[in-house]
């Protein structure tokens, strides 16, 4: 079984639909342009190269050197109508509401209509091979224009097209019992323009005709103006079989299948991704995606050509080292600074007052603070372990603070200082002895970098 996709896209056109008009037309003579002999009169859609009927109906052509009393263009018997495109259209009864006399009512005067429902069922189907067999799995559009004749008294829904696997050649004249792949599902009653009828499917694979014709169940119009003919006839027009273009969200050329950003559109060389900055790296992978970068930065930029991303450089200006986030190493002396400084910041005994034979190691450290502004000072207070434990933690929390302040009153700022104290904690050696506990009782500076 066929799978329809969303069919039957209808509307008043002037000019040719763009429905997948970049591929190929699989009909050869969609608009009847090609004839031999020339048409004369009804029932010669053979001569129309490539068409034919499907069943015992009888379809025609209309041409411009056709006889304007029968097949004429733009006058016909059936009305005035020019083409939708070129200088031909085809045109067939779709359906026929037969009556016959009521006999009953004649034999008994009863109170019935004169005439009843007769057959009902006539209705013709033009066809043509396709130029190459459907592919299987591949979606394809179907289009065509159709017109109710002019002195058509009835109009119809279901006209559509039907792809098949053998081209039909029944002998009756009745509907086909094929399913189309393309069906209009409203009533086609404009005698004043073309209508287009289109819709895509799935091929199974081994379609090779076209059938146009009123297919399924038909919901039935009567749209009577003078003698009524009792027929819905149409002209048909510009029809088309076409390759449908892969399935295209973001529109970027690039098909959904292959594109690895289907709602964004993008590049082909980045698998249809963008890339803002135009660096080669796709946003989604791109780190500074406004940021032209490389791409083993991930798209970043290293402005100072250190090796680390400007992203994740805590010092973006000045070449600096991994392990210090992108920021120089620290100096040497500046390391023995921070070392001497461990237990060279004396305070007074229990208290957190800076002894003043500090103030010249904790001035080196505003030095070195101001001549790296990248940095940042995490300042930790440590004690021994006599006494209580809880003013233990509470000491080591004063003496780290009051270190902080120092630095800040001599100008370091204060967002980019921070204290804790740790009591007796964090030992460095051995409490049981003074010389242990003396470099228990220590200030340690560590350099850090915080946004």
Known sequence: MKI???????????????????????????????????????????????????????????????KATTVGIPENELGTSTAFEGENYAGFVAWKDDMRPNWRRLGNGRDEKPIKEAWNKYSEYIQTALSSPLTAGQKYDISFMVKLADNSDRAVSGIGAY???????????????????????????????????????????????????????????????????????????????????????????????????????????????????????ADKMDACPDLAGPVNQQGCPDSDGDGIADNVDKCP????????????????ETKKLFEKALNGIQFESGSAVIKKSSYGILDQVVTVMNENPEYNLEIHGHTDSQGDDAKNMTLSENRAAAVREYLTNKGVAANRLKSFGHGETEPVADNGNSAGRAKNRRVEFKVMFWE
């Open 4 to 66: 329809a996709l969303p069919l039957a896209l209808l509307g008043v056109l002037a000019t040719s639909s763009s429905f997948s008009q970049d591929q190929p037309n699989l009909v050869n003579n969609g608009g009847f342009e090609s004839r031999s002999p020339e048409v004369k009169t009804w029932d010669e859609l053979s001569r129309a190269s490539g068409w034919s009927n499907a069943n015992g109906g009888s379809a025609d052509v209309f041409s411009k050197l056709g």
């Open 163 to 281: 792809c098949s696997p053998s081209e039909l050649s029944y002998v009756h004249r009745h509907f086909l019992n094929e399913s189309a792949d393309v069906l209009s599902a409203a009533v086609l009653d404009n005698k004043k323009d073309w209508v287009e009828v289109k819709g895509m499917f799935v091929a199974e694979g081994d379609e090779k005709f076209l059938v146009i014709g009123a297919f399924g169940t038909l919901e039935k119009k009567d749209v009577i103006e003078g003698a009524d003919n009792q027929r819905a006839y149409y002209y048909i027009d510009g029809i088309s079989v076409r390759l449908h273009p892969e399935d295209d969200r973001d529109k970027d050329g690039i098909p959904d299948k292959e594109d690895s950003c289907p709602d964004e559109a993008g590049l082909a060389t980045l698998g249809g991704c963008p890339d803002r900055d135009g660096d080669g790296v």
């Open 317 to 332: 200006n000045v070449a600096g080292v991994k392990e210090m986030k992108g920021c120089p190493a620290i100096k040497e």
